[in-house]
């Protein structure tokens, strides 16, 4: 029963680094998505900005560019957590999965292991 006893904290170990993994990618991913909010923000400001040269008919093209960049930036900011939700869940999912798979491995090279 000791070999089990090794596997069992194997695959624990094996689903809080995977969980850990999954946490620091979540994470790196998260804070990439923040710095393109925050880029498409300053851009749309610069645009803004640049517009004021213009008149007519091309600052209004200009400021809708930066609507449309502003818009976007809002979009991606309210759709990641959806997105999160949803690779956080597939994620686990496969964890589980391949830990689930680890266990019973172990399980028959135990048995088999204990056979000898």
Request: proline share 0%; hydrophobic share 40%.
């Amino acid at each position: 029963m000791s070999n089990n006893n090794g596997v069992g904290k194997t695959v624990k170990q094996i689903s809080e680094d995977a969980q850990e993994t999954v946490r620091s990618v979540y994470k790196q991913a998260d804070q990439a998505r923040k710095d393109a909010v925050k880029q498409m923000f300053e851009t749309a400001d610069e645009i803004r900005e640049s517009a004021r040269t213009y008149s007519g008919e091309a600052r209004d093209n200009v400021n809708a560019i930066a609507r449309n960049l502003e818009r976007s930036a809002n979009d991606l900011n309210s759709r990641a957590i959806d997105r999160a939700e949803d690779v956080t869940e597939t994620a686990q999912d496969n964890v589980w999965k391949s830990i689930l798979a680890i266990f019973f491995v172990g399980l028959l090279v135990g048995w088999w292991l204990g056979n000898d």
